[in-house]
């Protein structure tokens, strides 16, 4: 949008402003009746939305901690991000397509928490071993965190597998959130020092003691909406438990270390995820009782070579996600948004 | 921090920088929300924990540069832009929620009312941590929100998951009570009435959450615990 067409849209505005019964867009600077005038107290200044990037590590101390190699923290800060970023944009499918409205805002929020949490881990490992950032053409204005969403092949990606798949229906949904935000949940938790020493690294240790927060909301969203399900009527019932079933077939890739999680885990960084099973089986025993229902009986997802999706291993699902997720800014490296 | 502390009295930088507002609540100021951590004075860059290039948003350098701070500068006088010269201010803020995208629209207010209070040289600084909390919000945030319809967050919200040990998952909720510490009562904030209920946890912004009054029927908007 140019200067020129902003003027023209304002002089528009005015011309409006003086013919009754147009139908111009209401300005709220210069409409008396507006019921936008009380909110904003004549403060004709409070539109300008922003749209500069910031930086949400700053005041944090941002060293490498010591016994920690930086390739391993990049990978661990691209793994915990990719989970929270493949995550958000398989919720954020759903807007729009949710069973109610409010279904619709909730999984849009949570998806939102997830790409903040996403952002600021992806930045992180960007500044840990720059070396991770796709190269992109001199002069491209996009910052680190968007290279490594936009413009990394699906083998670049870290994330586990369970998020990455396709949405299935609203029991599916569910069921894979409800696994995703219980394990995410202890995983922050100890990060962020509430269930053990807190992670020697400032800025993991500062990202998970907000995420514990807002992955609380989530695990409850998701407890609820499967025990509502699962008592509802049988087709509820079979659909979530279909749903769950699918998911717990990823379960185990969740709680496997990959190597750099066990080097930094012994450096006091990271968390082995084999330890966080028995907190999140204790939340979901807690659902799966209200349920009614037992832990589901399924042979775990197999993984070609042996290498999970922490290795860069992944299902068609991910690169079919990626491929219109990542289409535009591919299209416009240059771009300026 | 490399800045010396402005304290929280009429006429500071602190002060301007309170009275901006919050773009998706506009009832409440970035203090009333509790986002402002604090205003420093100074030059950020003199100090030896001087932040990075590019750790700091710092919008473009007008006139001949910076001013230098001393305490002339700070006399108290009301802003505008043809006031005396203002040392370097640097604004610390955090973020309510990882992603809530308000956090651009408030620090670019904060930079512009600022300017026009004769601060030339200011710069935001984002901090995630402590992380906020909804107990951060001023009482007179509170009335703020009732009195705009939207029911104010319970106090002691770390009494639902405490600080320590693994978080409690919550399945249901005791009828007649709020989110919050137990025994804290959600109202509708129209009728009064204690007997409401959930209709979603998230809300138009990722603060808020969806209510109906079973007494009057109206839908409110309650501003979540965290």
Redesign the interface.
């Known amino acids: 949008m140019s200067p020129t067409s902003e003027h023209g849209a304002a002089d528009h505005g005015a011309a409006e402003h003086g013919a009754p019964g147009s139908h111009g867009a209401p300005d709220p600077s210069h409409e008396p009746e507006s019921v936008y005038a009380g ?3 004549g ?1 004709s ?2 539109w ?13 101390d941002a060293a490498v901690p010591g016994g920690a190699s930086r390739a391993d923290l990049a990978a661990y800060c691209l793994m915990l991000g990719d989970d929270a970023l493949v995550a958000s944009h398989r919720l954020a499918e759903w807007t729009s397509r949710a069973p109610d409205l ?2 619709d ?2 999984l ?3 998806a ?6 996403a ?2 881990l992806l930045i992180r490992a960007a500044r840990v071993d720059p070396g991770v950032v796709p190269a992109l053409p001199d002069g491209s204005p996009v910052p680190a965190e968007d290279a490594l969403a936009f413009f990394r092949p699906d083998r670049q990606f870290r994330n586990v597998r369970l998020v990455e798949g396709e949405g299935g229906d609203f029991g599916q949904a569910i069921a894979r959130l409800l696994l995703f935000s219980a394990w995410r ?2 995983l922050l ?1 100890r990060l962020a ?3 053990g020493p807190a992670s020697t690294d ?1 800025v993991l ?3 998970a ?6 992955v ?2 989530h ?3 998701a ?2 909406w499967f ?1 509502t399900l699962a008592q509802g009527t049988p087709e509820s019932r079979r659909r979530v438990t279909a749903g769950l079933a699918q998911a717990w077939r990823y379960r185990a890739e969740l709680f496997t270390a990959h190597p750099a999680e066990l080097a930094l885990a012994a450096a006091g960084v990271a968390v082995d995820p084999a330890s966080l099973a028995a ?1 999140v089986d ?2 979901l025993g ?2 799966l009782a ?1 349920s009614g229902l037992e832990p589901p009986d399924v042979p775990p997802a197999g993984m070609p070579g042996g290498r999970p999706g922490r290795d860069g291993v992944h299902t068609e699902a991910l690169s079919a996600m990626l491929a219109p997720m990542q289409a535009v800014a591919r299209a416009h490296p240059q771009g300026r948004w | 921090m490399s800045g010396r502390e402005v304290s929280q009295e009429a006429g500071t930088a602190w002060a301007v920088a309170a009275a901006v ?1 919050d ?1 998706e609540l ?2 409440l100021t970035l203090a009333d929300l509790g986002v402002l951590r604090r205003v420093e004075e100074g030059d950020p860059t003199a100090g030896d924990e001087a ?1 990075g290039p ?4 710092h919008g473009p350098a007008p006139g001949p540069g910076p001013a230098r701070g001393d305490d002339a500068a700070n006399d108290g006088t009301a802003g505008g832009s043809a006031g005396g010269e203002r040392p370097p201010v640097t604004v ?1 803020l955090t ?1 309510t ?5 308000a ?3 408030m ?3 904060v930079v ?2 600022l300017r026009a209070a004769g601060y030339r040289d200011v710069r ?10 909804s107990d951060w919000i001023s009482e007179r945030g509170r009335r703020a929100l009732a009195a ?1 319809g939207i029911s104010p967050p319970a106090l002691a919200a770390r009494a639902r ?1 405490g ?5 409690p ?4 909720r005791a009828p007649g009570t709020g989110p919050g510490q137990a025994g804290e009562s959600l109202a509708c904030p129209r009728c009064g009435s204690r007997s409401v209920s959930l ?6 912004t ?1 603060c808020q959450s ?1 209510w109906r009054c079973d007494h009057c029927q109206d839908p409110f908007t309650h501003m ?1 615990e ?1």
């Open positions: 909110l904003f107290g403060d200044d409070q300008a939305f922003g749209t500069d990037f910031d930086d949400p590590l700053a005041g944090l409010e279904i805002i909730a849009a929020n949570i939102l928490d997830l790409l903040g949490q952002r600021m949940l202890a938790s020092g509430r269930t400032a240790a500062a990202v003691a907000k995420g514990v927060k807002e609380t909301y695990r409850d969203f407890a609820r025990v907190e204790a939340a807690q659902v209200a | 507002r773009p506009p009832m932040p590019g750790a700091t948003f610390v973020p929620y990882s992603g809530c995208p956090l651009a629209t620090r670019d207010d512009r009312r935001v600084r984002v901090e995630l941590a402590p992380p906020w909390s705009a998951s600080q320590s040990g693994p978080v998952l919550t399945l249901t209709l979603s946890q998230f809300g138009a990722a969806l979540k965290i």
